[in-house]
């Protein structure tokens, strides 16, 4: 009986260990946030325990962090108690059944879907193809999209090329002015024309986000490093998850093609 009860003893005593061993890596930072006992700031890649002290230096400071077992985690000034948390991560279902791979069946082709699709924060992953019903939208020399966004308070208008029925955007297109590469508008908002030989015909405002490439990867990698054991679909609805939640909506297509170009990644 003796040796029964020390035995249970040592279980407990080692899932206590286990737990307070228990360690979490961080995604990406918002505002910031440091290790209370070592006054060392979060950073994207930094590894602590579950039972460390977090200091959040304002109350909208945020973490996205990870855990092979409990997933993907949102900390907040009034939610991070990490010994107890669940996944709070939940990635929007909009996004993911939105975001499949656009095929010829799901082609842009009314004005409504154009200003459902361009709306609110955009992602696009350095160079992105789309599918527009030509029929509905032709696209040729008289007849186009463009961008237009403010640079140096100056309106700068921009054609969107194409390849038959796929419109193209391109960031180092884009954002080039009079053939000299800009860093960026003066701010993220976008407008989306469409020409119809005279006539410019407004579809939406956005915000067109274009990601630091290098941050992002560093971001996904911890991401893809922790779930390495899970299924290529698993894996990439967590990325596309992680990437809405904190850039905005990202085409499906076009993370898959990211993913395989810097990551290697490919369909099981």
């Known amino acids: 009986m003796k040796s029964v009860i020390s035995a249970l003893f040592l279980i407990a005593g080692f899932t206590v260990a286990a737990s307070a061993q228990e360690s979490f890596k961080v995604i990406k930072v918002n505002g910031t946030i440091l290790l209370k006992a070592k006054g060392t700031s979060l950073e994207t890649g930094t590894v602590f325990s579950a039972n460390e002290d977090l200091l959040f230096r304002s109350d909208d400071a945020t973490a996205a962090v990870i855990n092979s077992t409990k997933g993907m985690l949102i900390l907040t000034n009034n939610n991070h108690d990490l010994a107890?948390?669940?996944?709070?991560?939940?990635?929007?279902?909009?996004?993911?059944?939105?975001?499949?791979?656009?095929?010829?069946?799901?082609?842009?082709?009314?004005?409504?879907?154009?200003q459902n699709y361009f709306a609110d924060r955009y992602v696009v992953l350095d160079r992105q193809s789309l599918f527009i019903d030509n029929t509905s939208f032709t696209m040729n020399d008289q007849n186009f999209f463009f961008l237009r966004y403010t640079f140096k308070n100056e309106d700068i208008n921009k054609k969107l090329d194409h390849s038959?029925?796929?419109?193209?955007?391109?960031?180092?297109?884009?954002?080039?002015?009079?053939?000299?590469?800009?860093?960026?508008?003066?701010?993220?908002?976008?407008?989306?024309?469409?020409?119809?030989?005279?006539?410019?015909?407004?579809?939406?405002?956005?915000?067109?986000?274009?990601?630091?490439?290098?941050q992002l990867k560093k971001e996904v990698k911890v991401i893809l490093d922790e779930f390495r054991e899970r299924s290529y679909r698993e894996k990439i609805t967590e990325v596309n998850g992680f990437i809405s939640e904190n850039y905005g909506k990202v085409q499906r297509a076009n993370l898959v093609q990211w993913l395989g170009k810097n990551f290697g990644m490919k369909p099981e």
């Open 84 to 114: 107890s948390a669940s996944s709070n991560y939940l990635p929007s279902m909009n996004n993911i059944s939105t975001r499949a791979p656009m095929t010829r069946e799901q082609t842009l082709s009314e004005l409504p879907d154009l």
């Open 164 to 214: 038959g029925d796929s419109l193209i955007i391109d960031r180092e297109k884009l954002y080039t002015v009079d053939g000299t590469p800009i860093p960026a508008p003066d701010n993220s908002t976008i407008m989306l024309f469409y020409r119809k030989r005279s006539e410019s015909i407004w579809i939406s405002n956005f915000d067109l986000i274009f990601p630091d490439q290098s």
